[in-house]
Structure formats: structure tokens, C-alpha cells
């Protein structure tokens, strides 16, 4: 049972009120909402759902159904880092004028790089509607909603692929420079002796020349 206690991952999740400040159409506004994120594993990676225990900012007329569409950011901290976004569905229901807008569950995934300790924790939230957007954002520092405890997907794949491809691109690399820098002939084909060839021929051809002359000055001397 012990064993199986540590192999489980820790996790710790709690409801945090987040006091989001909005910049609205009309004004500033400000509320605050109980926020719960939880997570379920999905292969390799966890699917994020973040819940409103209250409504969030107003709006001075009636919202009809399907008028409202909610996103947020969580923030993501501890091993991994950067932001998930997540989204939900419209309001299915209209929502009366100047009575808090309540935010339906909103859903992201997040898939970590490296394994250990993740904290998740509520960030900007957005609102449109009626062609207009508020941006709420959290004013009192909240503190995570979620700690998690991932698994980043194995880097040997990529290690070893790398390795690989580096080996055989010096070797492929110092075998051609080799054979061109090295202290032997080069033997690579026809061209090569075509070369040998003509410098052999010239260096008769030299021979011969520096020959008659030095028989022709002899010739001269005699005389």
C-alpha cells in the first residue's frame, strides 16, 4: 500500500477566489469568484477545466442566448511554464440586464515537456459580447487552483536521432576532407590520372628538350 501511495501522482487542488478587475464597454468593474481547475490525464496530456463558482462583471443590457462567449488564460508554473487557453461554450440561457454574467466551465489542454511539479493557476479571463470585449484580470494575486505532478514526454528519441545524424555527418565530412588533406595520393577516378598522365608527359617532354640543347652545346664546343 506504501509503495503504491508514493507511485500515485500528488495532487492538491482547491477553490481560490480570484477578485478579477474588468475593463468594460462603460467603465470599470470588479467581482469575485470562487475558481476551481481540475485535471484529467489524457495520454500524454491533461485535459484542464475551470470552473466559476460565481458570476463575473454585468452587462447594463440583456444578453441573449448564445450572445456571450467566455476564454480565459491559466497560468502555468513550477516545472513547466507559459499559459494553457482555455474556452467554453455560449450562454445557453439569456442573461438579464446589470446581474453578474455567470461563466460556464471553460476547457484547455496541456501537455507537459518535462516531468515534475506543475501549478496551475487562474489568469486573464475574456468576455464578447454584443461586439464588444471585457478583459477581467485577477487583482489580488491569487494562489493556484491545482498542483500536478506530470510526465514530459522521453527526450531518447530525439537524443538519439541527433547523435546519429551529427556522427555521420562528420564522418561523411572527414572522410572527404581526408582523402584531399591527407599525406597519400589521392586515387578517386579517371580525372586524377588523367592528371598524373599529363604531368608525367610533361615531365619527358622537359626531359627531351633539356637534352638536345645540352647535345647541341657539346656540338658547339668541339667546334
Known amino acids: 500500500m506504501a509503495a503504491l501511495l508514493s507511485a500515485a501522482p500528488a495532487v492538491s487542488a482547491q477553490t481560490v477566489d480570484v477578485d478579477y478587475r474588468c475593463k468594460t464597454p462603460i467603465g470599470d468593474k470588479s467581482a469575485v469568484s470562487p475558481i476551481d481547475i481540475k485535471a484529467v490525464k489524457s495520454g500524454s496530456a491533461h485535459r484542464l477545466t475551470m470552473s466559476f463558482r460565481k458570476g463575473v462583471s454585468s452587462s447594463p443590457v440583456e444578453l441573449g442566448p448564445g450572445a456571450m462567449k467566455p476564454s480565459a488564460l491559466i497560468k502555468v508554473a513550477g516545472a513547466g511554464s507559459g499559459t494553457v487557453a482555455v474556452s467554453g461554450p455560449a450562454n445557453s440561457r439569456a442573461i438579464p440586464a446589470n446581474t453578474p454574467i455567470k461563466i460556464n466551465d ?108 645540352w647535345l647541341t652545346l657539346k656540338g658547339r664546343r668541339r667546334t
Open 106 to 213: 471553460l476547457s484547455g489542454t496541456y501537455t507537459p515537456r518535462v516531468s515534475g511539479r506543475v501549478t496551475f493557476t487562474a489568469g486573464t479571463l475574456t468576455i464578447k459580447a454584443l461586439g464588444t470585449t471585457t478583459t477581467c484580470t485577477p487583482g489580488n494575486n491569487p494562489k493556484p487552483s491545482l498542483t500536478l505532478e506530470v510526465k514530459g514526454a522521453s527526450s531518447a528519441g530525439t537524443s538519439s536521432g541527433s547523435s546519429s545524424g551529427a556522427s555521420s555527418g562528420s564522418s561523411v565530412g572527414s572522410s572527404a576532407g581526408g582523402s584531399t588533406g591527407g599525406s597519400g595520393l589521392p586515387r578517386t577516378g579517371p580525372a586524377d590520372s588523367a592528371v598524373a598522365l599529363g604531368t608525367f608527359g610533361g615531365t619527358v617532354l622537359l626531359a627531351g628538350a633539356a637534352g638536345g640543347l
